[in-house]
């Protein structure tokens, strides 16, 4: 599904150039679900954002689903985004100004669902994490878990073939932790791939495979010993 | 998608309300100022369209040669130009000519007797003399009688309905009588609604009389007293008729020219373009301006422009709180395109409130505006009755969504611009070009302010100036008494007999007749040159009859020669040597190197047809006749021993003058039993010709308020966001020992560097149209350095004040709060 040559990022202001990637070449199936460690600034949100089309490369090519689309226009690449890509972030990045039900309807509106379907997938997405009875209410009244919980239903809403996830857990205690990575685990095992960014050992191995980062490069790749 | 937009663009404006009812508040004001203006425009652009054959009415004024009168045109024309031209163009439909009676040095007494026998007298002096065919040409609502036949004939008045009911009480009075100058009697043959506020023709009854067609009027070519308009076949070119008209004065005045040394040449004046574009003398009412109209649209759209800076700004510096939201939709799939539109849709409700809320305010302030503009401009652009017709309604919503369009276009680009990448993440960052870009925009709204400012600062010390100045003579505590009109030698001896009555009033301290007092335009210019200068070094020269008595009254002095006594009197129609005044800018005129040369020497002058001699007693010092806009004028003084003095000018000692008058009035009524009694205080007189520049520096004044406000709710809000964006700077600065002045002087240097941009950018402007300004009047203040200075010094002020109040709130924060708040 996600194939890398050579992926290179790299950032430049006036007077400093960083490498965030440096030759990055991995390699996703379709129903993979791979955690991607390493220490902080060692590219891994970088390389996430690159794989998610929010980002595009300095050099090198992604191909997804076997299309180059690393050097895509910022319309082509939102395009293949919001047909195929959910997002899940640490700060869960919620609509403030839209209530729970708005928040998980929005990339529906931009895919063009009509409304009546997208109020079923809404209510029925909501039901199944058991926040339904906070369906009108604003984020900021939530708690951080809640809140979570309504950005994995807004990731998983449009259906996408994959979900990115950046530290997913980063921002929650340990509960919670916990019950957002067994909604991910869930979503894995009816087939969504997931890439998840993570510095948690013990959320990195809710994957399949492990992908260790270092200075921009992979350094190793493991699988995860309970699918050895 | 649209119910999105909407929605999160007004739990947006909830989110943060201050910031939003700034927005509102700041638009609605230009709105508001805008809508007033417009309407205002319109009224003045409306002049006189209302006549059916609006189009084709054209007045012939006259253009003189150069040299000839300090004016460029005249409006009005010779009592023969009417029907010689209507005689020579078979295109000419018809011709008035309208003559205001005081053009003729005449008054207008009309008196009416009810049938109780009771008397209603008054001297008027809004009627006019005309041709019966006025109403063919201009369109008014015939209340009673006949707009064909109504001055069929001689002797016929048709009042306006005020004025019917003014003298007897009804308007159904067709076929009543008014008794004109006690003499004749004037039919009423129609009645007709008030004049409308936007007709130039201002009047309260047009009566014909047989003077108008008497020879030696209706074939003169001098005397150039009579308006005169002709309306054209529809579709006749103006121009074919423009081009015969130099024949035509050649066939008739040639003479003329030759005796007077000038050549006049006429033209056709559309009747839309009068009240704006006119720029003759001796317009029958006060002209608008197409300056002051083009000066009022600017103000208009200067407080709208502030109004949109303010939104532009504190939209595009607000972006960093809508970064996320940005970033969070471009995520799961919006395009740049639909999150430009979001923010236009946002922009447009914030129009749309600000718009609603401008026309309410607008139409609430109808009455105050008109009364500030001193024009009663009605509501036709935006009164409710117009601007709910479908039309209007379209043009609204096309308002709304351009204004949206216009306020969001740039912070929509800004925030649609946002790389989701580094704003979910936290690390995005402000860019320098919309920093810039901000800057930019503060300048030009504080120079745009600042201009004002400094322009109200200009206009009010020029008024204060006009009014301090010493006008070379005295205009306090004096009483001016309309003289009554003399119609055979019993009314001429009561009439002398009243200044000397007067005289012995013990607050009277001196009692002086005039053709004229000084606050308005001496009628009566003719040439006079000295005896043995040619023809062509003829002066065009005011000529006022004056008594002995008039000098010492008006506080004037004497720079050379004497004084009139009572044997000066001269009978002006005979040739017998005149003993004349002259003042110091006529002595200068005729050549002479000092007043005193000017004594004994002899004058040619004419008052009338003929030229007849007079020698100068003595050189009066200049004084302002008329306002300070004006240069002096060459006058000449003559002491008729027969005269119509129009005015008795009494000087009274201070203290209670009401006595005084009473006392005045009893004299006249004894010798004027039923005559109206009319009189003015000459300072009130003489400062009714700066109405309108003190209506002008209202007008400066509350825009210049407006525009203050508006850049100070800009100023606000957009420090509050740069206080906010700088709070983790400030409290790493106060952990690190600054103390709160310190902060302060540090973020409103900026503010201070923007501030001298805006006055260096305002600066050439200033000079430019400050001095073009001042060039209006003869006599100015001159751009004082406090114009510049002010405006400055008033922005500083309000800068500090408000950062001042924001950073107290700002640093009593807990440092530590701030610091974990932006990490």
Same mark, same amino acid.
């Given at each position: ?6 992926? &290179? =990022? *790299?950032? @430049? ?13 991995? #390699? +996703? ?81 931009? &895919? =063009? *669902?009509? @409304? ?13 994490? #058991? +926040? ?97 | ?823």
């Amino acid at each position: 599904m996600i194939r890398t040559e050579k992926l &290179t =990022k *790299v950032y @430049r202001t006036d007077e400093v150039e960083t490498t965030a990637l440096n030759n990055v070449e991995i #390699n +996703i199936k379709e129903g993979e679900f791979v955690s991607v460690m390493g220490p902080s600034g060692c590219g891994k949100s970088t390389l996430l954002n690159i794989l998610g089309m929010i980002d595009s490369p300095t050099a090198g090519n992604y191909f997804f689903n076997e299309e180059e689309v690393g050097h895509l226009s910022e319309r082509g690449r939102s395009n293949v985004r919001k047909h195929n890509l959910g997002f899940v972030f640490q700060s869960f990045n919620l609509i403030d100004e839209l209530t729970v039900f708005e928040n998980v309807e929005l990339p529906m509106l931009y &895919t =063009k *669902v009509p @409304r009546s379907e997208r109020k079923s997938r809404v209510e029925e997405l909501l039901e199944g994490m #058991n +926040i339904m009875h906070r369906r009108n209410h604003f984020p900021q009244q939530l708690s951080g878990g809640q809140q979570q919980r309504v950005a994995v239903a807004r990731a998983v809403v449009n259906k996408p073939k994959l979900i990115l996830a950046d530290e997913p857990t980063g921002n929650l205690d340990s509960a919670n932790g916990d019950e957002v990575m067994k909604m991910l685990a869930d979503l894995h095992a009816t087939g969504t791939t997931i890439l998840m960014v993570t510095h948690s050992q013990y959320c990195a191995e809710f994957g399949n495979r492990i992908i260790r980062m270092l200075d921009g490069q992979v350094v190793t790749e493991n699988i995860v010993k309970q699918y050895l | 998608m649209i119910r999105n937009y909407f929605k999160t663009a007004l739990r947006s404006l909830r989110s943060s309300p201050f910031l939003s009812l700034i927005h509102i508040i700041g638009l609605a004001t230009g709105v508001t100022a805008c809508a007033l203006i417009f309407q205002y425009v319109h009224f003045e652009n409306s002049f006189d369209k209302f006549h059916e054959h609006a189009d084709d009415i054209y007045r012939v004024p006259i253009r003189y040669s150069e040299g000839f009168g300090p004016w460029p045109r005249t409006a009005a024309n010779h009592p023969a130009t009417g029907p010689t031209l209507y005689q020579e163009f078979s295109s000419i439909k018809a011709y008035a000519r309208v003559l205001h009676p005081s053009n003729i040095g005449a008054n207008v007494k009309l008196t009416s007797i009810s049938r109780s026998g009771q008397k209603v007298s008054a001297s008027e002096d809004n009627v006019f003399m005309t041709d019966s065919s006025f109403f063919e040409i201009f369109s008014h609502e015939f209340i009673y009688g006949d707009p064909e036949t109504a001055l069929d004939h001689p002797d016929n008045i048709v009042l306006t309905a005020p004025m019917a009911l003014r003298y007897f009480g009804s308007t159904d009075v067709v076929g009543k009588e008014l008794i004109y100058n006690d003499r004749n009697r004037l039919q009423v043959t129609g009645v007709i609604a008030k004049v409308p506020d936007n007709a130039h023709l201002q009047f309260d009854a047009v009566y014909t009389r047989a003077f108008m067609h008497r020879a030696g009027v209706i074939d003169s070519w001098i005397w150039p007293e009579f308006h005169t308009y002709l309306l054209l076949e529809p579709g006749t070119d103006p121009q074919t008729i423009e081009a015969r008209l130099p024949a035509i004065i050649d066939k008739h005045m040639t003479n003329i020219h030759k005796e007077y040394g000038f050549q006049t040449y006429f033209s056709l004046q559309p009747l839309i373009d009068i009240h704006l574009k006119s720029d003759c003398a001796n317009e029958l009412s006060a002209a608008g301006s197409t300056r002051t109209v083009r000066f009022l649209s600017l103000l208009g759209i200067i407080v709208l422009l502030l109004a949109w800076i303010n939104y532009l700004n504190l939209a595009s510096a607000r972006s960093t709180s809508r970064a996320r939201e940005v970033g969070v939709r471009k995520v799961v799939g919006a395009l740049r395109i639909q999150l430009v539109m979001q923010f236009i849709v946002e922009a447009s409700l914030v129009c749309a409130t600000a718009i609603c809320i401008g026309l309410f305010a607008a139409n609430a302030l109808l009455h105050p505006f008109s009364e500030l503009v001193q024009r009663n401009i009605g509501n036709a652009l935006i009164g409710w009755e117009h601007l709910s017709a479908p039309r209007n309604l379209l043009i609204i919503l096309a308002g709304i969504v351009l204004s949206g369009i216009l306020a969001g276009i740039y912070p929509a680009l800004v925030l649609s611009a946002f790389r989701p990448a580094q704003v979910l993440k936290g690390t995005f960052s402000r860019s320098r070009q919309g920093v810039h870009f901000r800057r930019g925009l503060v300048s030009i709204q504080m120079a745009l302010s600042i201009l004002l400012i400094g322009g109200t600062l200009l206009v009010t010390t020029q008024l204060s100036f006009m009014n301090s100045k010493d006008l070379g003579y005295s205009k306090d505590q004096i009483l001016v008494v309309r003289a009554p009109l003399i119609t055979d030698s019993l009314s001429y001896v009561a009439a002398n007999a009243i200044p000397d009555r007067v005289a012995t009033i013990g607050a009277v301290s001196s009692v002086s007749r005039s053709s004229e007092v000084p606050g308005r335009l001496i009628a009566f210019r003719n040439q006079t040159r000295t005896v043995g200068a040619l023809e062509e070094e003829g002066a065009s020269t005011y000529l006022q009859s004056i008594d002995d008595k008039y000098l010492e009254t008006f506080d004037v002095d004497l720079v050379a020669g004497r004084n009139y006594v009572i044997e000066d009197r001269t009978n002006p129609f005979d040739s017998t040597l005149a003993r004349i005044l002259i003042n110091e800018t006529l002595s200068g005129v005729y050549g002479f190197d000092s007043p005193e040369e000017a004594i004994g020497q002899q004058v040619l002058w004419k008052l009338g047809e003929e030229f007849r001699r007079g020698e100068i007693l003595g050189v009066v010092a200049d004084y302002h006749q008329r306002s300070l806009r004006e240069a002096y004028d060459p006058i000449l003084y003559y002491f008729p021993s027969y005269d119509n003095w129009r005015y008795y000018s009494i000087s009274l000692k201070p203290g209670d003058w009401s006595a005084a008058l009473a006392e005045v009035k009893a004299i006249y009524a004894n010798h004027f039993p039923g005559d109206i009694f009319e009189y003015f205080f000459l300072d009130e007189y003489f400062d009714r010709q700066y109405r309108a520049d003190q209506q002008f520096a209202k007008v400066c004044r509350t825009m210049a308020l407006l525009a203050v406000f508006v850049a100070g709710l800009g100023f606000l809000a957009l420090s509050m966001l740069v206080i906010s964006q700088r709070r983790k700077e400030i409290g790493v600065r106060k952990i690190l020992g600054a103390k709160s002045l310190k902060i302060m002087m540090l973020i409103s240097r900026e503010f201070m560097v923007l501030l001298l941009i805006a006055q260096l950018l305002s600066l050439p402007f200033m000079i430019h149209f400050g001095k073009g300004w001042l060039d209006g009047f003869a006599f100015s203040v001159g751009m004082n350095w406090y114009v510049f200075a002010v405006p400055v010094i008033l922005f500083v002020v309000i800068i500090l004040s408000i950062l001042g109040v924001q950073l107290v709130r700002s640093s009593a924060l807990d440092p530590v709060h701030a610091l974990k708040q932006e990490s």
